[in-house]
T-cell receptor
């Protein structure tokens, strides 16, 4: 019974490159949430997706960031033209229903921008 | 706006009891969560409260007062492995919503 899976676990990019982070929710879960955790900061909500739909992207930066959750395959968080300030841990969580009393977190992707 | 406050750091002794407080001011309320996070790892779910009162689960208990915007996490019979960050999070609105997290409380357990 695999949990939430994220890859890669560690990603190094140079300024200006693109970063693609992938998240596979738990089996039976169709609701995916992305969070960012900066050093010494709390987790910040970025975006909530269901299959093929972005439900809430109120926490997503307006530029360079995008997310998708296609009908087949993992959810993808894409960061274009990365800058040093994008260096953070990016966590994905999933739930079975929208108002579930638990969101299960993946191990995270640690992005380092050189 | 959303604001969640919890102490930055606490220290406690192995075998003792510790209470971690959390206060919140959010635009709405549809549940409060506590997560444990060890350094470099994913948050793991500890508890969920949506109604006032105490929820007990083994060595961990969580309390909620919606009228006061207040919750606490109580850890009993502390073990060294309980050294971690404890994250308080609120789901502001009904239905599908991302959680709003506090900055976490770093708990240090001493022998």
């Amino acid at each position: 019974n695999a949990g939430v899976m994220q890859n890669p676990r560690h990603l190094v990019r140079r300024r200006g490159q693109e970063a693609r982070l992938r998240c596979s929710p738990m089996k039976g879960h169709s609701h995916v949430y992305w969070y960012r955790q900066l050093p010494e900061e709390g987790l910040k909500f970025m975006v909530y997706l269901q299959k093929e739909n972005i439900i809430d992207e109120s926490g997503m930066p307006k530029e360079r960031f995008s997310a998708e959750f296609p009908k087949e395959g993992p959810s993808i968080l894409r960061i274009q033209q990365v800058v040093r300030g994008d260096s953070a841990a990016y966590f994905c969580a999933s739930s079975r229903t929208p108002g579930a009393n638990e969101q299960f977190f993946g191990p995270g992707t640690r992005l380092t921008v050189l | 706006g959303q604001n969640i406050d919890q102490p930055t750091e606490m220290t406690a002794t192995e075998g003792a009891i510790v209470q971690i407080n959390c206060t919140y001011q959010t635009s709405g309320f549809n549940g409060l969560f506590w997560y444990q996070q060890h350094a470099g790892e994913a948050p793991t779910f500890l508890s969920y409260n949506v109604l006032d009162g105490l929820e007990e689960k083994g060595r961990f208990s969580s309390f909620l007062s919606r009228s006061k915007g207040y919750s606490y996490l109580l850890l009993k019979e502390l073990q060294m492995k309980d050294s971690a960050s404890y994250l308080c999070a609120v789901r502001p609105r009904g239905g599908a919503d991302g959680l709003t997290f506090g900055k976490g409380t770093h708990l240090i357990i001493q022998p």
